[in-house]
């Protein structure tokens, strides 16, 4: 990462906002995490507390994805569409529950606990458990999605504005036409890397046919 982006990144995470989100994950760690960490079974209470916490996270992440895609991408915003925009949140929180936390947790089970923390607990019970954790994430995130399109949905009927629709529309055209104009200039640099490539190998032939046997 070069200095630049790193001076980026810092202003961008001293923004209040950015700040409150951060306060919120370690609020989120030190009760699901320090104070709640437990080898709990399966329907269990602790479970279903487990359970809470995921789903939580998804709903959650969901929204702070949405927040800095409205912030940071606000051409994605507007012209993804609701649906593509869910879509994407959706996945991402479904990857990152399964990548990053249930990657974590195997880590841990696998290596960190039994070597430098065996008076703690494991982090999976089985293949249930963590297969749960991941439907009730995307679960939160999904019901973060449909909350949000309520809103939007309410939104459009209480304030209606046709002179933002005809300027939605507007864009999608001009980026459609713009996208159109790229992929025809790709395709002709494609050609004509083709083409170059066609021609060095027909003289690459040409002069090893000339070349005497030994």
């Known amino acids: ?7 980026t990144f810092f202003r961008e995470f001293r923004r209040p906002s950015n700040i409150r989100i951060f306060a919120l994950a370690v609020l989120f760690y030190y009760i699901w995490g320090m104070q709640n960490w437990s080898d709990s079974q399966l329907l269990s209470g602790g ?10 996270f998804g709903v959650g992440l969901s929204f702070i994805l949405l927040y800095w895609i409205r912030f ?74 449909f909350l949000w399109w309520c ?15 005809e300027s939605i529309e507007t864009a999608k055209a001009e980026s459609r036409v713009l996208a159109k104009e790229i992929l025809a200039a790709r395709r002709g640099q494609r050609r004509q890397i083709y083409n170059e490539f066609k021609r060095s190998l027909k003289k690459t032939i040409r002069t090893v046919k000339k070349i005497d046997p030994l």
């Open 1 to 7: 990462m070069s200095l630049g982006k790193l001076k």
């Open 47 to 56: 479970w279903w507390f487990d359970a809470l916490g995921h789903f939580i």
């Open 72 to 145: 940071y991408a606000p051409e994605s915003y507007i012209l993804s569409g609701k649906l593509n925009i869910a879509r994407q949140i959706i996945e991402d929180v479904a990857f990152i529950e399964a990548i990053f936390w249930e990657g974590f947790e195997l880590l841990w089970d696998l290596k960190i606990q039994p070597n430098y923390a065996t008076w703690l607990v494991r982090a999976q019970n089985s293949s249930a458990d963590t297969t749960s954790d991941i439907l009730v994430t995307a679960l939160g995130a999904m019901f973060a999605m």
């Open 151 to 165: 809103w939007r949905k309410y939104h459009e009927m209480r304030w209606p504005d046709e002179t933002e629709k």
